[in-house]
């Protein structure tokens, strides 16, 4: 019997070739190799490269050394699919839900308008008695309803207005910015406005909506916009209308929208005029600032309603 690979000599005494076998299975004859290290291997093993195939290895190494897609204000590429946009809608719709839910048999009423005792619970309150009777608001150490209030709506029409204006704008400045990026905007924007409820409204009037993330969203896509050397002709209209509505509608918080207008402005200036070599550090220090500058303006308050 002949031996398929171990012979190492022919009838002249020459060595006669051994068949190349898959260096990760060896009991598998190959004739193709990695075009990255020249290793022989089986059709299990290929993988498609721009030239050729390379073996696991190698496109594992390859991933490693390719640093990944940044947008041109350092985000992450991830943000194209919209994570954070959908997550952040569905957030404000289960809210929503539990905000009908908490108010027991009466719920259904709160489709249309009016407070919950969820809403009770989370909206911007400078300081006040509660339905309960007792003293709350954040001069009353509930510095939560800050946050809080940004994810509860006063109705369905309240949130469905919103959550649009999230979709259209959110997708495009996630898509730019990043996920991480985005996400800060939102919430520092949203934290802004809610502090200018803090400072300008009366301590005993409620306000709640995402609509004070919402403007700051609308200034940020001009801010980025004009950055980007693109065309903003389209976004003054709306955000004109939008600033009409907001000081002719009755019920309107005009602190809250122009407050998140402001400090959506200012985080987007952060972000987009950045310094490349330093701008994770430099944006991460504007958030900073913009953030304890916020703080301090809620303990300048705070100590005008409880001094």
């Known amino acids: 019997m002949t031996e398929r690979s171990g012979q190492t000599g022919d009838a002249t005494g020459g060595p006669v070739p051994t068949t190349p076998v898959c260096y990760r299975h060896p009991d598998r004859e190959t004739y193709v190799r990695c075009t ?41 590429a991830a943000g194209r699919q919209g994570y954070v946009t959908k997550i952040l809608i569905a957030l404000n719709v289960l809210v929503m839900i539990l905000s009908i839910a ?4 009466a719920g259904l009423g709160s489709l249309l308008s009016g407070s919950t005792p969820l809403t009770n619970w989370g909206s911007v309150l400078g300081l006040a008695f509660l339905p309960d009777h007792t003293l709350g608001g954040v001069a009353d150490g509930q510095w939560y309803r800050l946050v809080t209030a940004m994810f509860l709506h ?40 809610n502090v200018a409820v803090y400072l300008f409204t ?29 065309d903003t002709s389209a976004i003054v209209p709306i955000l004109v209308i939008n600033l009409i ?30 310094p490349r070599m330093r701008r994770t550090g430099f944006q991460a220090a504007g958030g900073a600032i913009v953030l304890v500058a916020l703080l301090g303006l809620v303990l300048v308050r705070t100590s005008m309603l409880t001094g």
């Open 36 to 76: 990255r290290c020249d290793r022989p291997i089986c059709p299990e093993c290929m993988r498609d490269a721009s030239v050729g195939h390379q073996c696991p290895e190698c496109v594992s190494e390859g991933r490693r050394s390719v640093r990944p897609a940044r947008t041109a204000f350092g985000g992450g």
């Open 154 to 193: 006063y109705g369905l029409p309240h949130l469905l207005l919103n959550m649009w204006g999230l979709w259209v704008l959110g997708r495009t400045l996630e898509a730019v910015l990043g996920p991480l990026r985005f996400l800060a905007l939102y919430l520092i924007a949203g934290l802004g406005g």
């Open 102 to 105: 908490s108010a027991g048999s």
């Open 202 to 230: 009366a301590p005993n009037r409620p306000s709640a909506g995402a609509s004070t993330a919402i403007f700051g969203l609308f200034a940020a896509i001009f801010v980025i916009m004009r950055r980007l050397g693109r």
């Open 245 to 274: 509505f907001t000081f002719t509608v009755p019920n309107i918080s005009i602190a809250g929208h122009l407050g998140g207008l402001v400090t959506g402005a200012v985080m987007a200036l952060v972000l987009a005029y950045a």
